[in-house]
Structures are given as C-alpha cells and as structure tokens.
C-alpha cells in the first residue's frame, strides 16, 4: 500500500530536549510539508520541500529543522528552542496529476511537552 | 497568496445538501480552488479542486462563478459521517507552499 508515515503516533517528552518526528513516503512524491495544528484552530505550514536536499520555511519555522536527504523522508526536529511546542504535528506530500495539485497527509503525531 | 473566508461553523441534518461559500476576493489568474475535509485527529484529504465554472466528482460539486472571487462546495446528501472540518485553499496548483485557514466546522444531526 502506497502512502505516508509517521511515528510515533504519541511523543512525550520533558521541556528542554529536542525530538524527532519521522516522516517517510512510497509514493514518489517530489514535495513534502510538516504542518503544526492546535486544538480548534487550521493547520499552519512550518516547513516544505520540493525536492532532495532542499527546503524552505513555513509561516511557524521558528523552533523546528528539517532535513531532506532522501526523497521519501522528510524529519522534523522539534527543538527546545520552540516555546510552545506541544500539538498535533502533520505531515504531507504532494503530486500534481493533470494540473490537479493533491496533498496526501500522515496519520499525525501528537507531541506533548511537560 | 489569495486569502480565503468561510464560515467557522454550519449545522445540517442527515439528507440535506449542504453548501459552503468560501470567498476568495484577491484570487489570482493563476490560482485554483481546492477543498480538502479533515475528521478528528486525522489529517486531511482531498476533495475537489476546480479553476472555474462546475467541477463534480463522486463526492462533491463545486461551483465558481465567472468572476471567481468566491466558491461554493456541495455536498449531496449529508450523513453523520460528513461532520468534519472543511477547508477552501487558494493557490497556484503548483508543489509549492500550501496554506490552510481555520476551515468551516460543519456538523451533521440526525
């Protein structure tokens, strides 16, 4: 089955550490997001790439890093920098299919920070 | 990118159709208008997408009138299972940054 995975799907941590989300993809897609959304309110965008090795800050970047070394991976380190970084962290990709642009989105992973 | 604006909530009752307005005023030449629902700690999926007049699939209508500044999504006969958060996007269609807002929560009685 094609799609996108993240893990884990609950993330404690302590306030002050940095975590890594994961986020992999077997769908070939060229592009992917890391989107961060709190209780109640639309998803804001913190970072996308478009391709290997490159990729460009959201509207909330502040806090988090990413990476893309891989095509079908793109992590994102919450860092102890981010003052409130407790949410539900999703991540997406993308294809364009006869000049329709679908999203395709992970299950989420729900971080909490005490 | 063109800002969008939907209702924050709708109430409906099972068998309904329901639309949703999303305005869209500064929409660009280039933008399309796609929709996307979103149930409960689960990320959301695609709907419909169109550039302009009608575009239908097996889930949804969507409707865009001449001047493009707004759209309306349609949903045929509602069931419980279509309560969820809808959200009208604007852009160019391209794989590039995608924005969402805050949605419209809509809510299905029986």
């Known amino acids: 089955d094609g799609g996108i995975t993240q893990s884990p799907k609950y993330l404690f941590r302590k306030e002050g550490q940095n975590v890594t989300l994961s986020c992999e993809q077997n769908?070939?897609?060229?592009?992917m997001y890391w989107y961060r959304q709190d209780p109640g309110q639309g998803l804001r965008l913190i970072y996308y790439s478009q391709i290997v090795n490159d990729f460009q800050k959201g509207d909330i970047a502040e806090g988090y890093s990413v990476s893309r070394e891989k095509k079908e991976s793109f992590p994102l380190t919450v860092t102890s920098a981010q003052k409130n970084p407790t949410a539900f962290y999703l991540c997406?990709?993308?294809?364009?299919?006869?000049?329709?642009?679908?999203?395709?989105f992970g299950p989420g992973t729900r971080l909490t920070v005490t | 990118l063109a800002k969008t604006t939907q209702p924050i909530s709708m109430d409906s009752y099972e068998g309904q159709e329901v639309n949703i307005t999303c305005s869209h005023n500064n929409i660009a030449t280039n933008d399309y208008i796609t929709w996307y629902q979103q149930f409960p700690s689960q990320g959301p999926r695609f709907i419909i997408q169109g550039y302009k007049t009608k575009v239908t699939n097996e889930v949804a209508s969507l409707f865009i009138p001449a001047d493009r500044k707004s759209s309306t999504l349609s949903l045929p006969r509602v069931s419980l299972s279509d309560t969820a958060v809808y959200y009208c996007?604007?852009?160019?269609?391209?794989?590039?940054?995608?924005?969402f807002g805050k949605g419209t929560r809509l809510h299905i009685l029986p």
């Open positions: 769908l070939n897609h060229d592009a």
């Open positions: 997406a990709s993308s294809t364009k299919l006869a000049g329709v642009v679908e999203q395709y």
């Open positions: 996007l604007v852009g160019e269609g391209r794989d590039d940054k995608i924005i």
